[in-house]
């Protein structure tokens, strides 16, 4: 079983359209979460922490939940600039990143 | 201000060689991380160095690869011989203590 899974997609969506991505992680000692953004052939960039009470950043929204092991994200009213690989990452200890294979979203006029 | 930039982007070499991957970290940052991506599957952590000392390497493959952070400033990782399940993207990332990561674009190796 990998450590953080998510659905590679890809999720084809129109402008203006809401989409979710879900992940899930298995080592229940994860510290802390993050989601990344990375475009094609480029670094991975940090797009948000996220954590137990939920946070929104403008059209972002990262939820996690501890119990389930369960790490969400809503993008709202998607622009073509959203379109990118959204990996789910989780903190193991000390900044030992885990990561998903990634979330392919695609956003079109 | 700078940001963490790595050399070659792009490596092309026959299996068996030798290739060196460099690392220059964000100024100021302890911290500094090698990962890799190989061909479809999640990036994968390498190891971590707090300034020149290998603070965590259970992310290391085998002996071929070697890192090395002399001063505590810029990194290399050298892969020696390599094999073809070598190929992939290598990413260096640094931090401020424990704070947010930042990566470099990535060396892209493919090993032929």
């Known amino acids: 079983r990998k450590e953080v899974e998510q659905d590679p997609g890809p999720f084809n969506v129109p402008e203006g359209a809401t989409v979710a991505f879900n992940c899930t992680y298995s080592?229940?000692?994860?510290?802390?979460f993050f989601w990344y953004r990375q475009d094609c052939r480029k670094e991975p960039k940090l797009l948000m922490s996220?954590?137990?009470s939920g946070n929104e950043d403008g059209r972002f929204t990262a939820q996690l939940n501890r119990a389930s092991q369960y790490i969400s994200l809503l993008i709202r009213d998607s622009k073509l600039s959203d379109s990118a690989t959204y990996l789910c990452?989780?903190?193991?200890?000390?900044?030992?990143?885990?990561f998903g294979a990634g979330t392919i979203l695609r956003v079109k006029s | 201000e700078a940001g963490v930039t790595q050399f070659p982007s792009h490596s092309v070499i026959e299996k068996g060689q030798t290739v060196t991957l460099r690392c220059d970290p964000i100024?100021?940052?302890?911290?500094l991380y090698w990962y890799r991506r190989v061909m479809g599957k999640e990036i994968k952590f390498l190891l971590h160095?707090?300034?020149?000392?290998?603070?965590?390497e259970s992310g290391m493959p085998n002996n071929r690869f070697l890192a090395e952070r002399t001063g505590g400033t810029y990194s290399t990782l050298k892969v020696q011989p390599a094999e073809l399940e070598d190929s992939g993207v290598y990413f260096c990332?640094?931090?401020?203590?424990?704070?947010?990561?930042?990566f470099g674009e990535g060396s892209r190796l493919t090993v032929l």
């Open positions: 080592n229940s000692a994860s510290q802390s």
């Open positions: 990452v989780v903190n193991e200890y000390g900044n030992k990143l885990v």
């Open positions: 990332a640094s931090s401020q203590g424990t704070g947010e990561l930042f």
């Open positions: 100024s100021g940052h302890d911290n």
């Open positions: 996220v954590y137990s």
């Open positions: 160095f707090v300034k020149e000392s290998k603070q965590d």
